[in-house]
């Protein structure tokens, strides 16, 4: 119920935000009654667009502090929170970013993620089942998955990619409405409730599309990330540390966080379009086989 609440005010912030944005700006409606202005609409449309990846990305810390009950940490009170601490402040200075906010969450779970609008103010955060359930060595290559992350700045990027589909779907759906309620429905004035059930099913279908485009991208990341955390940690730990999140099924992170944790939900068939995360499987076996070459075992 809490982070459904979360995301319900997440999203009405983003709306709120962003009209009032609009309205200060002056940008005149799309909507008339001769029809729509192309112009505006794409203006619209890539305000909503991207001001709502990147409103939500520019409180992503925020609300994943929240979300998960993250502490930070910011000075170390065991032997524990100061390895974890230094493990990443190694990490940043071998991938060239600033140190970044570390936090601790109380979860069952085997998993980490990182968040942040830019790579040298980002977040890295790790379950209490994570230091419980892996060896430090395991925990040191998970640590490099989420600070490639950073170093690679998938958080921005997957938002400017949610932030051009987003722009797409607004778009399109609401064109698509307006010549199906013109050109079906014969509206010659202003719009007929046609305009307005063909715009949110086309926004319906078109969103699944953007969604598979964004998800395909992540899971591409993943690759890349692991990579990262084999150069940082070395292969074999990040080889066992994927092995050992296959034995332990940790459950996903909440929406905002998931394409940037360590493990995501499983899927078979139609399903694994849906994932936030490849296949454990395969992230093993590339980095046994095709990433190999690239990276010092150590």
């Given at each position: 119920m809490k982070r459904i609440f979360l995301f319900l005010a997440t999203n009405l912030a983003v709306v709120l935000v962003l009209s009032v944005s609009m309205r200060l700006l002056g940008i005149?409606?799309?909507?008339?009654?001769?029809?729509?202005?192309?112009?505006?609409?794409?203006?619209?449309?890539?305000?909503?667009?991207?001001?709502?990846?990147?409103?939500?990305?520019?409180?992503?810390?925020?609300?994943?502090?929240?979300?998960?009950?993250?502490?930070?940490?910011?000075?170390?009170?065991?032997?524990?929170e100061y390895w974890l601490l230094e493990?990443?402040?190694?990490?940043?200075?071998?991938?060239?970013?600033?140190?970044?906010?570390?936090?601790?969450?109380d979860s069952p779970d085997t998993n980490a993620f990182a968040t942040g609008m830019r790579r040298d103010a980002s977040l890295i955060a790790v379950s209490t089942g994570l230091l419980r359930n892996m060896t430090r060595e395991e925990a040191e290559a998970v640590l490099?998955?989420?600070?490639?992350?950073?170093?690679?700045?998938?958080?921005?990027?997957?938002?400017?990619?949610?932030?051009?589909?987003?722009t797409f779907v607004i778009f399109f759906s609401r064109v698509i409405g307006h010549v199906v309620d013109r050109v079906v429905f014969r509206t010659e004035r202003g719009q007929g409730p046609a305009f307005f059930v063909t715009m949110i099913a086309s926004e319906i279908v078109l969103g699944i599309l953007a969604t598979l485009i964004v998800l395909w991208f992540s899971r591409k990341r993943e690759f890349r990330a692991d990579a990262g955390g084999a150069r940082l940690a070395g292969r074999e730990n990040m080889i066992a540390?994927?092995?050992?999140?296959?034995?332990?099924?940790?459950?996903?992170l909440p929406e905002r966080m998931a394409a940037f944790g360590i493990s995501g939900s499983m899927g078979k068939g139609l399903s694994s379009l849906f994932m936030t995360h490849p296949p454990i499987e395969e992230r093993i076996a590339a980095l046994e086989g095709g990433y190999s070459s690239m990276m010092p075992s150590r």
């Open positions: 005149a409606p799309y909507l008339s009654a001769s029809g729509i202005d192309p112009g505006a609409l794409l203006l619209f449309a890539a305000i909503m667009g991207f001001g709502g990846a990147f409103v939500s990305l520019a409180f992503s810390k925020h609300m994943a502090r929240i979300s998960v009950g993250a502490k930070t940490i910011s000075e170390p009170h065991s032997p524990e493990t990443v402040r190694n990490h940043a200075a071998a991938a060239g970013v600033a140190m970044p906010e570390v936090a601790i969450y490099g998955h989420e600070m490639t992350h950073v170093s690679n700045g998938d958080m921005v990027t997957l938002a400017l990619i949610q932030g051009v589909v987003n540390a994927l092995r050992r999140l296959s034995a332990l099924h940790p459950a996903p």
